[in-house]
T-cell receptor
């Protein structure tokens, strides 16, 4: 079956660094997406990885290892506004997105 | 502002009511989606309208009925819902071709409560 695993909840301190992990098992692979979702707002796209390695975009970076079925989202210099749910999704061979249940990130001052 | 607008933002309905959710996208995309998000569960794809075809998740009950009159508008008609249908309903759009799909743009969702 197809499955995405990510932690349910994480807590971090303002100004620190946090890594949110995601492991995936899908029928074929056409890339890995990360989205940010603030409650009451629209989920927004953060990153897309299809090749192995690290993609850096400002304070956020995303890493992919296709051989391990593993990705992580790295958030640096955490700000209170980074408190949100982070959704991991893998695109399978039919270009369908398989979603994780999301990681709720709580930032404490 | 993501370019995808959903109305209403909140909806409370009884099990015998009929209501509709509306979604509109101003991004020139050719695919639109309905997702259901229940607490602590993965997003569940309900329906896709893409390249003038409708693709549906066979597990979605018939009390949910989608309508897509054109590439910019999408509706979800609701009737005789059950309390377990209470959830956040998200609309999204993207550009799709025969070889893949680009990233999704979401609306803010309709928080539905069925009493």
């Amino acid at each position: 079956g197809q499955n995405i695993d990510q932690p349910t909840e994480m807590t971090a301190t303002e100004g620190a660094i946090v890594q949110i992990n995601c492991t995936y098992q899908t029928s074929g692979f056409n890339g890995l997406f990360w989205y940010q979702h603030h409650a009451g707002e629209a989920p927004t796209f953060l990153s897309y990885n299809v090749l192995d390695g690290l993609e850096e975009k400002g304070r956020f970076s995303s890493f992919l290892s296709r051989s391990k079925g593993y990705s992580y989202l790295l958030l640096k210099e955490l700000q209170m506004k980074d408190s949100a749910s982070y959704l991991c999704a893998s695109m399978d061979s039919n270009y369908q997105l398989i979603w994780g249940a999301g990681t709720k990130l709580i930032i404490k001052p | 502002e993501t370019g995808v607008t959903q109305t209403p933002r909140h909806l409370v309905m009884g099990m015998t009511n009929k209501k509709s959710l509306k979604c509109e996208q101003h991004l020139g995309h050719n695919a639109m989606y309905w997702y259901k998000q229940s607490a602590k569960k993965p997003l569940e794809l309900m329906f896709v309208y893409s390249l003038e075809e409708r693709v549906e998740n066979n597990s979605v009950p018939s009390r949910f009925s989608p309508e897509c009159p054109n590439s910019s508008h999408l509706f979800l008609h609701l009737h005789t819902l059950q309390p377990e249908d209470s959830a956040l309903y998200l609309c999204a759009s993207s550009f799709r071709s025969g070889t893949g799909s680009e990233k999704l743009f979401f609306g803010s969702g309709t928080q539905l409560s069925v009493l």
